[in-house]
């Protein structure tokens, strides 16, 4: 088989646009033994992957009901594993939800445990 004659072969360069946005101010609590040990351990019970879409890769350990509106800081209940995607959806949603004087939404584990309205079943 001759040899294709090498051209084009370039492999194209890799878009350096979209660079990783500088590290956030890191809080001390994120620094806490605390958050590092409740960290740890929700990763070891739940694996490392993001619990709203199953992403594997590096995931973000967010709070559910944020801390600054009260949510519990360490509660597993409050903290869900998610990839950078999803977390910056729900950061984004919230923020806007604020800008607009409303409550930011929840994640679904908090929504109210409402029955479903019963349905008439025609019969027949
Ligand atoms: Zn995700």
């Known amino acids: 088989m001759p040899k294709l004659p090498m ?3 370039r492999v194209p360069a890799k878009d350096r646009r979209r660079a990783p946005p500088p590290p956030k ?6 620094g806490s033994a605390e958050w590092q040990e409740v960290r740890e351990r929700l990763k070891a019970q739940r694996g490392e992957r993001c ?12 709070h ?7 949510g ?4 597993p209940s409050n903290l869900i594993f998610q990839c950078d995607p999803c ?5 984004a949603a919230n923020r806007s ?20 309205a019963p349905r008439s079943i025609r019969l027949g």
């Open 7 to 9: 051209r084009n072969q």
């Open 25 to 30: 101010k890191a809080e001390p609590f994120y």
């Open 51 to 62: 619990e709203t879409c199953g992403n594997r890769g590096r995931v973000i350990l967010h």
């Open 64 to 70: 559910i009901v944020e801390r600054k509106d009260g």
């Open 72 to 75: 519990a800081p360490f509660a």
């Open 87 to 91: 977390h910056g959806k729900v950061t």
């Open 97 to 116: 939800l604020r800008a607009d004087g409303k409550e930011p939404k929840h994640g679904p584990q908090e929504s109210p445990p409402s029955a479903p």
